[in-house]
């Protein structure tokens, strides 16, 4: 029976879960990148290899690069985006010349991820990430003031966002804030409101179609490359998946992921399968797609998702939420006897719990709920595969 191959996410030697933490959890690998490397600039062999290195200390492989960032002039075809994709592809050589294999990405325009709420109370006191609709159209409308925002929603929308806003005193409008801007992952630094508004200004002429080509022109010369070096590549789909800020996602239903491995159609091309992204659209049934694309999933997000009708969703626990986790897992089973191939996982972001709600962590990434959540996992996936053997 081939398992899946565990592992969880590290931020670098300043993340305060440590790799020691990461291999008591039961990981065989780490998920991580080199940080500190400016967003398109090359990574060198000597860069990766010290990092590779500290990972081995540990008694474990680096066994997914997340991310390889792609700069946004790539995303726009502005700019320095020729030299940008020089520096990609030899990024990738590089990746590969240390014998990584799989190297995750995403093409969402100027912010990755977003949450209204990175301290959303569970009943138990555990704290969630959550994304709260009204939340989300007070900050776009009334805090980030972008031009034109009101247009993107109905009255009723901004009528709730109203009251929201007015429920807010300054110190949670401010909160509220750095939630959404964050900024990347893996860094501290949040965006000033003047610098969001510019860079969402760059994407006023992008629609999804010329998003979507910028996207395959990118895969069209990078993915032979990977393949040619052995690599696999990963897209991490939109979260949330669809479009936010007046900005295109193209990486977000089940027809943009078809649409996408057909543009370039090699095993290179392939896809970070992140079950609370993808879950968190009503429209798209996470085990059904897991089945149809599943020749090319080349890493696994485990994680879920409860939605409700006005379009707020917070992150439950792995196993609970509203994609099936048995169906998940049970595809997940099947597909690797299938491809006679273990893929790699991580269980994607945990709830603050216990000890980690006094500690400093990322947001999503505190040690102990990402633990919980991959012990259940690694336990479905026991079950189920004795089951399925039987
Ligand atoms: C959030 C992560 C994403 C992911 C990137 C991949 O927790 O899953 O930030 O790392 O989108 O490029």
Not at 119 to 126: E, F, K, Q, R, T
Request: glycine fraction near 6%; hydrophobic fraction near 40%; charged fraction near 25%.
């Amino acid at each position: 029976m081939i398992k899946l191959h565990q592992t969880m996410r590290w931020y670098g030697p300043n993340d305060a879960v440590s790799l020691r933490d990461i291999r008591q959890a039961g990981c065989a690998g780490v998920v991580t990148a080199l940080h500190h490397i400016p967003y398109g600039e090359i990574w060198p062999v000597a860069e990766i290899k010290k990092r590779q290195q500290l990972i081995e200390a540990e008694g474990m492989t680096w066994t997914v690069i997340e991310s390889l960032p792609v700069h946004d002039d790539i995303k726009r075809q502005t700019g320095q985006w020729r030299t940008y994709m020089e520096h990609y592809t030899t990024s990738l050589r590089n990746i590969a010349a240390c014998g990584l294999k799989v190297v995750t990405y995403n093409f969402m325009p100027v912010l990755d991820w977003l949450r209204t709420d990175i301290a959303y109370p569970m009943p138990s006191g555990a704290l969630a990430l959550r994304f709260e609709k009204a939340a989300f159209v007070a900050f776009d409308v009334f805090l980030l003031k972008r031009p034109n925002a009101a247009a993107d929603y109905s009255e009723t929308e901004l009528e709730t966002a109203r009251q929201k806003l007015a429920s807010l005193n300054p110190a949670e409008q401010k909160k509220l804030f750095d939630n959404l801007l964050l900024g990347l992952p893996g860094s501290t630094e949040a965006f000033t409101p003047d610098q969001v508004l510019a860079e969402l200004d760059k994407y006023r002429h992008i629609d999804a179609a010329l998003l979507k080509k910028h996207l395959y022109d990118f895969l069209a010369e990078v993915a032979p490359v990977a393949e040619e070096c052995g690599l696999q590549l990963a897209i991490h789909p939109d979260d949330p998946p669809y479009p936010v800020l007046g900005l295109p996602r193209v990486v977000s239903t089940e027809q943009d992921l078809a649409d996408l491995l057909a543009a370039v159609p090699i095993a290179a091309n392939g896809l970070c399968f992140c079950t609370g992204s993808l879950g968190a659209h009503p429209d798209n049934a996470v085990p059904r797609m897991l089945q149809r694309f599943g020749d090319r999933v080349h890493f696994l997000h485990l994680r879920n998702t409860r939605r409700d009708a006005d379009g707020n969703f917070f992150e439950a626990d792995h196993l609970d939420g509203d994609t099936d986790m048995v169906a998940v897992m049970t595809e997940i089973i099947q597909l690797m006897q299938r491809r006679g191939k273990a893929i790699p996982m991580r269980p994607d972001h945990g709830h603050q719990m216990l000890d980690d709600l006094n500690k400093k962590t990322f947001a999503g990434y505190s040690a102990i709920g990402r633990l919980k959540g991959l012990a259940e996992l690694r336990g479905l996936e026991m079950g189920l595969g004795k089951m399925l053997e039987q």
